[in-house]
């Protein structure tokens, strides 16, 4: 099956400094990702949903210049978590969406911890 | 407005055990419906996708049905093992979303020795 992958897989950091998540979809060109958050017992919330060349489009209530988004090419869109802070505490996950058979494949999700 | 709901929340069964897990949906129309099953700290990894109009869809034990007139689907789990537990997820694709995606809450599943 299609792969998806995401790095880091985990990353801690200080408060007010800023991270960035890949997100690369290795056997398939996805002109669309979604960017998802998840809290421990939750189902996954999504945030944004990137298209490739084009701005970002955010759900309600995601700040789009704390979470900015850029899907540069086919195969890769990145989450920058800018001057995080303790409540960004998160699993972050990333789904790229196959075209040719219209199926979002998840990446394996990044745990963020901000101290 | 679209939901999914799934229940129970949260299930406790040994090892060897069978286990149907339920899904029902508000979503309307859809493209497809999905099981995921989501290990803790992972992301999450299809099992069965269904179109609106199959009514059931075989992944090694993993069974999954769906009953479009009454908007309800379930998966069943057949001779559970300890490396199913895990959060089973109920998606729903509404049609002509660009592909966005209604999430159910999850069941919970432990299965014990």
């Known amino acids: 099956g299609a792969v998806v992958s995401q790095h880091p897989s985990w990353v801690i950091c200080k408060s007010g400094t800023s991270v960035k998540i890949e997100c690369r979809s290795l056997?398939?060109?996805?002109?669309?990702m979604f960017w998802y958050r998840q809290f421990p017992k939750q189902s996954l919330m999504l945030m944004a949903t990137?298209?490739?060349?084009?701005?970002?489009?955010?759900e309600q209530g995601v700040e789009k210049d704390k979470f900015l988004i850029n899907h540069a090419s086919l195969t890769l869109s990145t989450l920058t978590v800018t001057s995080a802070h303790p409540e960004d505490s998160s699993f972050y996950i990333c789904?790229?969406?196959?075209?040719?058979?219209?199926?979002?494949?998840f990446g394996p999700g990044t745990r963020l911890t901000v101290l | 407005k679209n939901q999914v709901e799934q229940s129970p929340q949260s299930l406790i069964i040994l090892e060897g055990k069978n286990c149907t897990l339920q899904?029902?949906?508000?979503?309307?129309?859809?493209?497809?419906l999905r099981w995921y099953k989501q290990d803790t700290g992972r992301g999450p990894v299809s099992l069965t996708i269904?179109?609106?109009?199959?009514n059931t869809k075989s992944n090694g034990r993993y069974t999954a049905t769906l009953d479009a007139d009454t908007k309800q689907s379930s998966l069943h789990i057949t001779a559970s093992q300890l490396s199913d537990s895990a959060s089973y997820i109920c998606?729903?694709?509404?049609?002509?979303?660009?592909?966005?995606?209604?999430f159910g809450q999850g069941t919970e599943l432990s299965v014990k020795p």
């Open positions: 990137s298209n490739e060349g084009s701005k970002a489009t955010y």
């Open positions: 056997d398939f060109q996805a002109t669309t």
């Open positions: 998606v729903v694709s509404p049609y002509n979303q660009g592909g966005k995606l209604i």
């Open positions: 899904c029902n949906y508000t979503v309307s129309p859809f493209s497809n």
């Open positions: 269904m179109t609106f109009s199959e």
């Open positions: 789904s790229a969406l196959d075209p040719g058979v219209d199926t979002q494949y």
